[in-house]
C-alpha cells in the first residue's frame, strides 16, 4: 500500500484545512485508515480513524468536534477535515493505515506540515 497525503498549509487560528489521503496498490477492503500527528519535541499522537469498510471514526478528545476523517471509496482516499484550527494543532500530518485485525499500523504516508498562526 502506498499512501500520499497533501493538503498542508499555513492557516490562521480559528480557520480550517482539509487534508486529503490518496492510497494505491491494494484495496483498502477491511483495514482501518488513520490520521496522526507529530508537533516538534512532542511524540507522535492519533487524531483519529476511520474503518474502510463501514465508515466508523474515532477521535480523542483533543479534536472531536473540530476534525472530521471522511472516506471515498471510489477514490480511495481519505479525508482530514479540520475545523476551528488552534496553535496546538499545529504539527506534521500523517495517514496510515492496517488491516483491520491488526493493532500496528503498517503503511504510512510521508507527511504534510499544518501549521496555524495566532
Known amino acids: 500500500v502506498q499512501l500520499q497525503a497533501s493538503g498542508g498549509g499555513l492557516v490562521q487560528a480559528g480557520g480550517s484545512l482539509r487534508l486529503s489521503c490518496a492510497s494505491s496498490g491494494r484495496s483498502l477492503t477491511n483495514y482501518v485508515m488513520g490520521w496522526f500527528r507529530q508537533a516538534p519535541g512532542k511524540e507522535r499522537e492519533s487524531v483519529g480513524t476511520?474503518?474502510?469498510?463501514?465508515?466508523?471514526?474515532f477521535y480523542p478528545g483533543s479534536v472531536k468536534g473540530r476534525f472530521t476523517i471522511s472516506r471515498d471509496n471510489v477514490k480511495n482516499t481519505v479525508y482530514l477535515q479540520m475545523n476551528d484550527l488552534k496553535s496546538e494543532d499545529t504539527a506534521v500530518y500523517y495517514c496510515?493505515?492496517?488491516?483491520?485485525?491488526?493493532?500496528?499500523?503498517?503503511?504510512w504516508g510521508q507527511g504534510t506540515q499544518v501549521t496555524v498562526s495566532s
Open positions: 476511520i474503518s474502510w469498510n463501514w465508515g466508523t471514526t
Open positions: 496510515a493505515t492496517r488491516p483491520g485485525g491488526s493493532a500496528e499500523f503498517r503503511y
